[in-house]
């Protein structure tokens, strides 16, 4: 990510429509160029780290990626150590986790690469602790936008829900998985970004666990995924949880997940009972001497959404989007914090080479930063709807028409993951790449290629059902 240029030509005012981890993290790319970087967020935004009702998805895990840690000390530095004091916990990727998928359970060993673990709220809070020192950032909270402001082919400001009317330089849209943005933008008169949707019909229920004081399973975090197409049973095609510690030693959080419309109960009793039908001992002999002292939340709009923001042959000047509501994952892949951090760092660079092209003048930024982005997106988008695609019942659609879905497309990633695991070295550098810590290119290479088509029958072995 490049640094700020000396002293650049400041703008006046960026509005950013939403003050959650994406808002805090355009802010603080954008803030060395502008005199002031107003975050509008419709929620009260609290003092400590703890659930808000904006942020729904708050109360389930998060799975923050090493490129996006990476990218958010870069935008915000100390970010990673302030959470550290707060209580995040530091987790060896390989040797603390374990992972079951399709192709068995993950080589366990140490490894260089380092898991930041804590709950959303934590993540959020630190973030935004940093951010709010930042010269310039000012944070509205129970600011509520209800639309756009717009001239001539540019955006212009935002209109507020009490009715006022703020000017800015520029717009950027981070107000999530329920951004109105097509509808602001077609009430100016321009056109809606195509949209495509995968869902699978997962479903979350979620809680922090309690402990026994130094308790031991054997791990750090513990995940199943669903088996998917060709599992013995329907419940182990459609079921998986997840449950790691995320702040101090004792508190851990358990998230069950349904895909298929199977979806997880919300009493304790049923929770564990559908754990157990996984069918994995492992899940029930990590449940079973920990404590429910929480209530247990659900989740159910799980859907992936794509807004075709950079496929776009025209859009305004003045306005872009970014985070969920451009490109909205399936929680379940752990992609949408660290696609918003690195969104958010090849924003600033794209923002210090145009502005040092065309001082004081923006037209042409929102095009080259959804070029710029475009490819993460992309890789993103299409390496979980991988995954999607072979859960039963997954529908697609493309600006609304059904698209045909082929479960087989994950043959190849299934026998590439087995053919990662045989090797430690190999295994990390793929665990890199998963961390979007490196380049994908290397995967598609004509050695790894060729080495897993060589040896396809012998991987396809290591697909178990279960």
Request: include cysteine.
């Amino acid at each position: 990510m490049s640094q700020p240029s000396p002293e650049p030509a400041r703008l006046d005012r960026a509005v950013i429509i939403g003050g959650s981890i994406a808002g805090t993290l355009a802010a603080a790319a954008i803030a060395p160029y502008f005199g002031e970087v107003l975050l509008l967020d419709k929620d009260v935004l609290p003092e400590e780290a703890v659930f808000r009702r904006g942020v729904p998805q708050g109360a389930h895990f998060h799975a923050l990626l090493a490129a996006g840690r990476k990218a958010m000390d870069d935008l915000l530095p100390g970010f990673s150590e302030h959470a550290f004091e707060m209580g995040a916990a530091r987790l060896d990727s390989a040797y603390d986790v374990m992972r079951l998928d399709r192709v068995g359970w993950s080589p366990r060993f140490e490894s260089p690469l380092e898991f930041l673990m804590a709950s959303r709220p934590l993540i959020e809070k630190a973030l935004r602790d940093k951010a709010q020192v930042v010269p310039g950032i000012r944070y509205e909270a129970g600011a509520e936008v209800t639309g756009l402001l717009g001239a001539h082919g540019r955006v212009t400001g935002v209109r507020t829900k009490d009715g006022r009317e703020v000017e800015a330089d520029l717009v950027i849209d981070a107000s999530g998985r329920f951004s109105q943005a097509p509808e602001w933008l077609g009430a100016l008169g321009h056109a809606a970004p195509g949209e495509e949707i995968v869902n699978a019909h997962w479903g979350y229920s979620s809680t922090f666990l309690r402990v026994p004081e130094n308790w031991d399973p054997g791990f750090r975090a513990l995940a199943v995924t669903p088996f998917g197409d060709g599992a013995l049973t329907p419940e182990s095609a459609s079921r998986a949880m997840a449950m790691w510690v995320v702040e101090g030693d004792r508190r851990w959080i358990l998230t069950v997940q349904g895909s298929a419309g199977d979806h997880p109960p919300r009493t304790e009793e049923k929770l564990r009972e559908y754990v157990s039908s996984i069918g994995v001992p492992e899940l029930d002999k990590a449940l079973a001497d920990v404590e429910f002292p929480e209530k247990i939340a659900m989740w159910r709009d799980t859907r992936s959404r794509l807004r075709d923001f950079a496929g776009q042959p025209e859009r305004p000047e003045g306005f872009f989007a970014i985070g969920d509501a451009w490109m909205g994952f399936n929680p379940v892949y752990g992609q949408g914090m660290t696609a918003a951090a690195l969104e958010a760092a090849d924003l600033r660079t794209v923002l210090d080479q145009h502005l040092a092209a065309h001082p004081g003048d923006l037209t042409g930024l929102a095009g080259g930063f959804y070029e710029k982005a475009d490819a993460l997106i992309k890789y993103c988008w299409t390496s979980s709807n991988t995954l999607d695609h072979r859960i039963p019942g997954v529908e697609y659609t493309v600006n609304g028409v059904p698209q045909q879905v082929d479960p087989s497309s994950s043959d190849f990633s299934d026998r590439l993951a087995a053919y990662m695991a045989l090797d430690p070295d190999r295994y990390i550098r793929y665990r890199e790449t998963t961390q979007l810590l490196r380049s994908p290119e290397w995967l598609a290479s004509e050695e790894v290629v060729g080495a897993v088509k060589e040896r396809w029958d012998e991987l396809g072995q290591a697909v178990v059902p279960r």
